[in-house]
Structures are given as C-alpha cells and as structure tokens.
Antibody, heavy 127, light 111 residues
C-alpha cells in the first residue's frame, strides 16, 4: 500500500526559502519506473505542477518556477524534499506530493501521471 | 507557457451523461496522454483516468475518457450525486525538456 505525507512549516515570511518534505512508503524510489512529484493549489484555484524526480535522479521543473525550485530524494529515508526560494504571498496555498505512474514506454520522461496523492500541507506566506 | 483549457462549469441531473472537455495543442495533448483528476471539497485530488482512457482500479465504470487530436474529454455516464466535484485534466508538454500542465478545472454540479 502506497502512502505519502507532506510536512513542513505552515507559515513562512516573504523572501524566505520554503522546505517541504514528502515521506512515503510502499514503493522503492530507486526502482525503474518510479517518481514523486509536487503540485500546489492556491485557495480556490487550479492545480499547478511544480516538479518531478525520477528513480534515477533525473528531474523536471515547471519552467515558470525553475529558478526558484529544487527537488531531491533520499531513498534511505524514503523522503523527497522540495525547496522553493524567495517565497511571496502569491505562493500561499496547499502543497501536495504525489506518486508518479508511467503511461508510456520504459524510459519515457513525459507521459507520467499521479496515481496517489498525499493529503497536502497548507503554507501561508505572510510577514 | 502552454495551457489546457476547460470550461469552468458543467451540470447535469442524476442519471444523465455529462462530458467535460480539455483543449490543448500539438505539443501537449496532441503528442502525449491525458490524465483526469477528481477533487471533492476539502480533499486531495484523486486520479480517475490515465493514459487518456484507462480507469484505475476502484474507479466506477461510469467514468470514461477519450482523446482526439489536440483535445480530450471526460465523460460520466449515469451521473450520481457523489460525482459533484471539480475535475482537472493534465498532460505533459514536449516544449523545452518537458513539463506537466493542468487545466483550469471544471466544477461539476449535480442538479
């Protein structure tokens, strides 16, 4: 059974760096094909994809946020960490981590979907 | 950056068939598979369709998906009250080295 849980600060100040941890169980992130992604949602708004890390440490980032994001994994701890620099009030929202599933052939780096999600963690950016 | 376009709202009565559209372009839906997510109020999104037309185990058969050209659709046949939710489509875009896009979401109301 796959589970994921997000953790991190509930409030960060403007210009600070946000660090979120996704703790997961039920799959080995170092096996092909596995991946974990981060998605956020501003209050009342649409989902916004942030980043995805693959089993082999390859990574993809949202082009509009790439300069501010970093995603890493620690397979010994079953954790994926997302950092986002220079947080602003518009970054307020719920941040989800999710297990990636491959919809294409082995080796495909696109055609991924998210089959299981954590419950999300609400982050407020305020001074 | 490309976007996936969904109607902001849709509605139907119990038992009806409802479709939600998702429009993209040749670099995303036209090239890659589509996934659909259901979000009930106050909860995390749940996958209901992947690979454009595949249902995960546990998702009722009344949910189906299709894709044609640069557009995709989610259809719910035999609408039930518990289907009232926001639905998001998603697809990867081949621009740059690849990134994922979500649609703006469609609020489905069961009348």
């Amino acid at each position: 059974q796959i589970t994921l849980k997000e953790s991190g600060p509930t409030v960060v100040k403007p210009t600070q760096t946000l660090t979120l941890t996704c703790s997961f169980s039920g799959f080995p992130l170092n096996s092909n094909p596995e991946g974990v992604g981060w998605i956020r949602q501003s209050p009342g708004k649409a989902l916004e994809w942030l980043a995805l890390i693959y089993w082999d440490d390859d990574k993809r980032y949202s082009p509009s946020l790439k300069s501010r994001l970093s995603i890493t994994k620690d397979t010994s701890k079953n954790q994926v960490v997302l950092t986002m620099a220079n947080m602003l009030p518009v970054d307020t929202g719920t941040y989800y981590c999710a297990h990636g599933g491959l919809a294409g052939p082995y080796g495909d780096r696109v055609n991924w979907f998210f089959d299981l999600w954590g419950r999300g963690t609400l982050v407020t950016v305020s001074s | 950056q490309s976007v996936l376009t969904q109607p902001p709202s849709a509605s139907g009565t119990p038992g009806q068939r409802v479709s939600i559209s998702c429009s993209g372009d040749s670099s995303n839906i036209g090239s890659n598979s589509v996934s659909w997510y259901q979000q009930l109020p106050g909860t995390a999104p749940k996958l209901v369709i992947y690979k454009s037309n595949q249902r995960p185990s546990g998702v009722p058969a009344r949910f189906s998906g299709s894709k044609s050209g640069n557009s995709a659709s989610l259809t719910i046949s035999g609408l039930q009250s518990e289907d009232e939710a926001v639905y998001f489509c998603a697809a990867w875009d081949d621009s740059l080295i690849g990134f994922m896009l979500f649609g703006g979401g469609t609020k489905l109301t069961v009348l």
